[in-house]
């Protein structure tokens, strides 16, 4: 509570229901790069040019579009053909259409998925980025 008084923290704080993440009955590294996600400090290509970095920015996975988590997680035509194998593209397109950030797209999904839909999310958003960087 000192700390809080003495220094700004409330830059650092993001909304959105945290425990969710750490509630889904998944390896550790999946619940840290799901979080990763919602802190929106994955090391996508358009990222990384933010920070100076020189690469292309086009997706590595489909070498079209511009490779930010939205277009990486969900438009990708890579990612597009997973969900749809995992039988939960209806559910990405819904909240696709409510053209939100994607921290609260993944929140939104922990609220309203069933939970074994949940455990295929995470393990869905663990392939596609390893896909991604096995061709990097």
């Known amino acids: 509570m000192c700390l809080e008084e003495l220094i700004y923290f409330s830059h ?16 550790p590294k999946i619940q840290n790069l799901i979080w990763r996600m919602c802190r929106d400090c994955l090391p ?11 690469c292309p920015t086009h997706c590595v996975s489909c070498d079209s579009g511009q ?3 939205a277009y990486l997680y969900f438009h990708c035509s890579f990612a597009v053909q997973v969900w ?7 559910h990405i397109q819904n ?19 069933l ?22």
């Open 84 to 90: 749809r194998f995992a039988g939960l593209w209806s």
């Open 115 to 136: 939970t074994e839909q949940k455990q295929t999310l995470a393990a869905m958003v663990w392939s596609i980025w390893k896909h991604r960087n096995l061709k990097v």
């Open 67 to 69: 490779e930010d988590m």
């Open 12 to 27: 650092l704080r993001r909304p959105g229901n945290w425990s969710s993440i750490w509630k889904l009955k998944v390896p």
């Open 44 to 54: 996508t290509r358009m990222r990384l040019q933010d920070k100076g970095v020189q």
């Open 95 to 113: 909240v696709i259409e409510t053209a939100v950030p994607v921290t609260n797209m993944i929140f939104n999904m922990l609220e309203t998925l």
